[in-house]
Protein backbone atom coordinates (compact mmCIF):
# COMPACT_ATOMS: atom_id res chain seq x y z
CA UNK A 1 0.00 0.00 0.00
CA UNK A 2 1.38 3.61 -1.28
CA UNK A 3 0.38 6.88 -0.79
CA UNK A 4 -1.91 9.10 -3.72
CA UNK A 5 -0.75 12.13 -4.83
CA UNK A 6 -2.45 13.78 -1.49
CA UNK A 7 -0.42 11.87 0.69
CA UNK A 8 -3.00 9.50 1.42
CA UNK A 9 -3.04 5.30 2.01
CA UNK A 10 -6.22 4.12 1.02
CA UNK A 11 -7.54 0.93 3.14
CA UNK A 12 -9.66 -1.50 0.98
CA UNK A 13 -8.37 -4.75 3.10
CA UNK A 14 -10.86 -5.85 6.15
CA UNK A 15 -8.12 -6.67 7.91
CA UNK A 16 -5.90 -3.64 7.58
CA UNK A 17 -9.24 -1.90 8.87
CA UNK A 18 -9.46 -3.73 11.65
CA UNK A 19 -5.78 -3.58 12.44
CA UNK A 20 -6.37 0.66 12.17
CA UNK A 21 -9.46 -0.05 14.36
CA UNK A 22 -7.36 0.13 17.44
CA UNK A 23 -7.82 2.91 19.72
CA UNK A 24 -3.32 2.57 20.45
CA UNK A 25 -2.98 2.12 17.28
CA UNK A 26 -4.98 5.20 16.13
CA UNK A 27 -3.31 7.40 18.85
CA UNK A 28 0.00 6.15 17.22
CA UNK A 29 -0.48 7.34 13.46
CA UNK A 30 -1.83 10.20 15.10
CA UNK A 31 0.91 11.03 17.22
CA UNK A 32 3.41 10.18 14.18
CA UNK A 33 1.62 12.71 11.56
CA UNK A 34 1.96 15.33 13.91
CA UNK A 35 5.46 15.07 15.43
CA UNK A 36 7.00 13.00 12.73
CA UNK A 37 9.55 10.21 13.28
CA UNK A 38 9.52 8.70 16.93
CA UNK A 39 10.82 5.91 18.61
CA UNK A 40 8.63 3.04 20.41
CA UNK A 41 10.01 4.38 23.79
CA UNK A 42 9.02 7.98 22.77
CA UNK A 43 5.78 7.38 22.13
CA UNK A 44 5.22 5.14 25.02
CA UNK A 45 5.85 8.32 27.36
CA UNK A 46 4.01 10.59 25.40
CA UNK A 47 0.81 8.22 25.26
CA UNK A 48 1.40 7.13 28.69
CA UNK A 49 1.91 3.38 28.02
CA UNK A 50 4.48 0.89 28.09
CA UNK A 51 6.96 0.43 25.47
CA UNK A 52 6.66 -3.45 24.15
CA UNK A 53 2.86 -2.18 23.87
CA UNK A 54 3.51 0.47 21.91
CA UNK A 55 5.97 -1.38 19.67
CA UNK A 56 3.92 -4.36 18.94
CA UNK A 57 1.10 -1.97 18.51
CA UNK A 58 3.43 0.03 15.93
CA UNK A 59 4.90 -3.60 14.13
CA UNK A 60 1.26 -4.29 13.65
CA UNK A 61 0.97 -1.23 11.53
CA UNK A 62 4.03 -1.45 9.76
CA UNK A 63 2.34 -4.77 8.64
CA UNK A 64 -0.08 -2.81 7.22
CA UNK A 65 2.09 -0.42 5.59
CA UNK A 66 0.83 2.21 8.17
CA UNK A 67 3.78 3.25 9.08
CA UNK A 68 8.02 2.30 8.44
CA UNK A 69 11.25 2.37 10.17
CA UNK A 70 12.81 6.07 9.61
CA UNK A 71 16.23 6.75 9.13
CA UNK A 72 17.84 6.74 12.38
CA UNK A 73 20.32 9.68 13.86
CA UNK A 74 22.48 7.09 15.10
CA UNK A 75 22.75 3.34 15.15
CA UNK A 76 20.94 2.46 18.45
CA UNK A 77 17.67 4.47 17.73
CA UNK A 78 14.55 2.93 16.49
CA UNK A 79 12.24 5.73 15.07
CA UNK A 80 9.44 4.74 13.49
CA UNK A 81 7.17 7.38 10.87
CA UNK A 82 3.74 7.53 9.40
CA UNK A 83 3.83 6.44 6.00
CA UNK A 84 0.84 8.87 4.61
CA UNK A 85 -0.71 12.18 5.94
CA UNK A 86 -3.33 10.48 5.90
CA UNK A 87 -5.87 7.07 5.77
CA UNK A 88 -9.17 6.77 3.90
CA UNK A 89 -11.36 3.95 3.22
CA UNK A 90 -14.91 3.49 1.43
CA UNK A 91 -18.35 2.95 3.45
CA UNK A 92 -19.79 1.45 0.25
CA UNK A 93 -18.85 -2.09 -0.20
CA UNK A 94 -21.08 -4.24 -1.58
CA UNK A 95 -18.79 -6.83 0.33
CA UNK A 96 -20.18 -7.60 3.99
CA UNK A 97 -16.91 -8.28 5.63
CA UNK A 98 -15.44 -5.31 4.64
CA UNK A 99 -18.80 -3.19 5.69
CA UNK A 100 -18.28 -4.53 8.95
CA UNK A 101 -14.78 -3.99 8.91
CA UNK A 102 -15.12 -0.32 7.94
CA UNK A 103 -18.02 -0.40 10.79
CA UNK A 104 -15.93 -0.71 13.20
CA UNK A 105 -12.85 1.52 12.37
CA UNK A 106 -15.64 4.25 11.97
CA UNK A 107 -16.66 3.32 15.71
CA UNK A 108 -13.22 3.63 16.92
CA UNK A 109 -12.65 6.82 15.50
CA UNK A 110 -15.97 8.26 16.93
CA UNK A 111 -14.62 6.97 20.50
CA UNK A 112 -11.35 8.75 19.69
CA UNK A 113 -12.71 11.64 18.81
CA UNK A 114 -15.44 11.52 21.81
CA UNK A 115 -12.41 11.51 24.30
CA UNK A 116 -10.61 13.99 22.82
CA UNK A 117 -13.59 15.93 23.05
CA UNK A 118 -14.19 15.18 26.43
CA UNK A 119 -10.37 15.73 27.79
CA UNK A 120 -10.79 19.45 25.74
CA UNK A 121 -13.94 20.31 27.76
CA UNK A 122 -12.00 19.52 31.08
CA UNK A 123 -9.14 21.87 30.32
CA UNK A 124 -11.21 24.40 28.35
CA UNK A 125 -11.55 26.66 31.30
CA UNK A 126 -7.30 27.07 31.13
CA UNK A 127 -7.53 28.46 27.38
CA UNK A 128 -7.39 31.90 26.50
CA UNK A 129 -10.08 33.84 25.63
CA UNK A 130 -9.58 33.90 22.18
CA UNK A 131 -9.18 30.08 21.85
CA UNK A 132 -12.34 29.31 24.05
CA UNK A 133 -14.36 31.72 21.88
CA UNK A 134 -13.07 30.42 18.27
CA UNK A 135 -13.16 26.19 19.54
CA UNK A 136 -16.54 24.91 20.07
CA UNK A 137 -19.21 22.84 19.41
CA UNK A 138 -22.14 23.12 17.21
CA UNK A 139 -24.74 21.07 14.70
CA UNK A 140 -26.90 21.50 11.87
CA UNK A 141 -29.60 20.61 9.42
CA UNK A 142 -29.36 20.42 5.77
CA UNK A 143 -31.68 18.33 3.36
CA UNK A 144 -29.69 17.11 0.46
CA UNK A 145 -29.45 14.25 -2.00
CA UNK A 146 -26.89 11.64 -2.03
CA UNK A 147 -25.15 13.04 -4.97
CA UNK A 148 -25.87 16.76 -3.22
CA UNK A 149 -23.95 15.07 -0.02
CA UNK A 150 -21.11 14.20 -1.85
CA UNK A 151 -20.45 17.71 -3.90
CA UNK A 152 -20.86 19.30 -0.09
CA UNK A 153 -18.33 16.57 1.39
CA UNK A 154 -16.21 17.66 -2.01
CA UNK A 155 -16.42 21.55 -0.94
CA UNK A 156 -15.57 21.25 2.74
CA UNK A 157 -11.92 19.02 1.61
CA UNK A 158 -11.49 21.87 -0.53
CA UNK A 159 -12.19 24.67 2.07
CA UNK A 160 -9.49 22.44 4.09
CA UNK A 161 -6.80 21.90 2.14
CA UNK A 162 -4.67 25.22 2.31
CA UNK A 163 -4.60 24.62 6.52
CA UNK A 164 -3.49 21.32 6.14
CA UNK A 165 -0.30 21.75 4.78
CA UNK A 166 2.13 21.81 8.26
CA UNK A 167 5.31 23.95 6.43
CA UNK A 168 2.24 26.87 5.51
CA UNK A 169 1.78 27.30 9.50
CA UNK A 170 1.05 30.78 10.51
CA UNK A 171 2.46 32.51 14.20
CA UNK A 172 -0.07 31.36 16.40
CA UNK A 173 -1.84 28.43 14.90
CA UNK A 174 -2.31 25.11 16.23
CA UNK A 175 -3.51 21.65 15.24
CA UNK A 176 -7.79 21.53 15.53
CA UNK A 177 -9.46 18.22 15.00
CA UNK A 178 -12.32 19.22 12.59
CA UNK A 179 -14.87 16.26 12.76
CA UNK A 180 -16.92 15.53 10.59
CA UNK A 181 -20.41 13.68 10.70
CA UNK A 182 -22.89 13.22 7.84
CA UNK A 183 -25.38 10.53 9.16
CA UNK A 184 -28.85 10.84 7.85
CA UNK A 185 -31.11 12.12 10.64
CA UNK A 186 -34.82 10.58 11.08
CA UNK A 187 -37.62 12.47 8.55
CA UNK A 188 -39.67 14.66 10.71
CA UNK A 189 -42.02 12.90 12.67
CA UNK A 190 -40.19 9.99 13.09
CA UNK A 191 -39.50 8.92 16.94
Known sequence: MSPDERGTIRLNDPR????????LRLSLIGMLRRNGPMTATQCAAELDENVPNCSFHLRQLAKYGLVERAPAADG?????QATASSTSWTDDSGDA???AATDQLNAAILGQYMR????YLAVRGEESAEWRSAAGFGDDMVYVTPEQLVTLTQQIEALLEP?????????????VAIVQLMIPAPEPGTP
Not at 16 to 23: D, K, N, S, V
Not at 116 to 119: I, K, L, N, S
Not at 163 to 175: E, F, N, Q
Request: avoid cysteine; glycine fraction near 4%.
Open 16 to 23: ALRAYAHP
Open 76 to 80: RERPW
Open 97 to 99: ELR
Open 116 to 119: RAQA
Open 163 to 175: YRDPSARVKGSRP
